[in-house]
């Protein structure tokens, strides 16, 4: 999706370029050459940012699945004799034995893996 997304701006750029002098100015070219670009860096760093945060969460999941305990937001400490882990909302869960945090729901994004 990305390849294809990048096809399109090649594409749009090309067009700016090639149009005739009498369709569209030398300024209003730069400023569509210059929207392109900023549009283009935004994306980037959001993919960036994304990226990031997924390779974060994944790695507090795989400590918690290797037995690790996790703090996690409100100071509520995570693990798996007391919690599971639900992968469609990517949050953490009291298992049928932990009455004390019944009914919580804790997103991985809120936990940190202890030292």
Known sequence: ?????????????????????ETLSSRMKKTLIGSMVVLLASAIGYESYQSSQSE???LIV?????????????GVTVDLKRFIYVSGTQSFIPNEINENDKGT??????CRILP
Do not use: D, H, P, W
Not at 105 to 110: F, G, K, L, Q, Y
């Open 1 to 21: 999706m990305q390849f294809l997304l990048f096809l399109v701006l090649i594409l749009l750029l090309a067009a700016v370029l090639y149009t005739k002098k």
């Open 56 to 58: 974060q969460r994944r």
């Open 62 to 74: 795989n400590a918690f699945k290797q037995g690790k305990t996790l703090t996690c937001q409100g």
């Open 105 to 110: 729901v804790i997103e991985v994004s809120t």
